[in-house]
């Protein structure tokens, strides 16, 4: 596809469940950004690959969250143990390498933990 | 990171132009200035970005001021459909595993009258 895909786009779950968000960033594009947005909320930063290097994981807010990004590609955000607080909608970017390239972001998966 | 300050809110009548106004006093000599916006419900979107030279494309102009403390994203003709939260952010390239990270703060919440 031309765009940054994520799924699902809804998912709702039951707390203390673990749930695998998925981000299909723009072939070729070597920086994948994870963020989280809550209702009415700015985006918080979770998680940043770029390339090789290892990730900026400064942002995820406890060790129940992890995410890993398989040949420098498809990413996978994961959350274990969801609680409540973790309904939110999760965003996912992608752009290429250097400071004057565009990030294009995805829709967005909407997590509600019930 | 470099942090920026934006006001939290501005408002402006269609068809008029917009100056939204972006601080980041504590920029490095290799930040780039990034503007995006988020309209409702969806994500992010690229708007302009510069390094120390203003920028003008499609969407809108970007002046940066003399010693880059300042910039400043101007909406030439203000339409409903700039109604938005535009987001100044500085990106990083100096190196380390924050090369490229984006990191957004409040924005500005852009309400246009028709």
């Known amino acids: 596809g031309a765009g940054v895909s994520q799924s699902p786009s809804n998912k709702v779950t039951e707390k203390g469940k673990d749930v695998e968000l998925r981000c299909d960033p723009i072939?070729?594009?070597?920086?994948l950004y994870w963020y989280r947005q809550s209702l009415g909320q700015g985006l918080e930063f979770l998680i940043y690959?770029?390339?090789?290097?290892?990730?900026?994981k400064s942002g995820l807010p406890s060790d129940r969250f992890s995410a890993e990004r398989t040949g420098g590609s498809v990413s996978t955000l994961t959350i274990q143990r969801t609680q409540q607080e973790d309904s939110a909608v999760y965003l996912c970017?992608?752009?290429?390498?250097?400071?004057?390239?565009?990030?294009?972001f995805g829709q967005g998966t909407r997590l509600t933990v019930v | 990171d470099a942090k920026t300050t934006q006001p939290n809110s501005m408002e402006s009548n269609e068809e008029e132009p917009v100056h939204l106004p972006c601080n980041h006093s504590t920029i490095s000599g290799t930040d780039y200035i990034h503007w995006y916006r988020q309209l409702p419900s969806q994500g992010p979107e690229y708007v302009i970005h510069?390094?120390?030279s203003n920028v003008n494309n499609r969407m809108a102009s970007l002046a940066i001021a003399e010693d880059r403390k300042s910039s400043t994203l101007i909406l030439h003709r203000a339409t409903l459909r700039d109604a938005a939260v535009y987001y100044c952010i500085l990106r990083d390239v100096s190196g380390g595993t924050s090369y490229g990270k984006l990191t957004f703060g409040q924005g500005t919440i852009l309400t246009v009258h028709p």
């Open positions: 970017a992608s752009s290429g390498q250097g400071g004057g390239t565009e990030a294009f």
């Open positions: 072939s070729g594009h070597t920086a």
């Open positions: 510069g390094l120390t």
């Open positions: 690959f770029q390339g090789n290097s290892a990730p900026d």
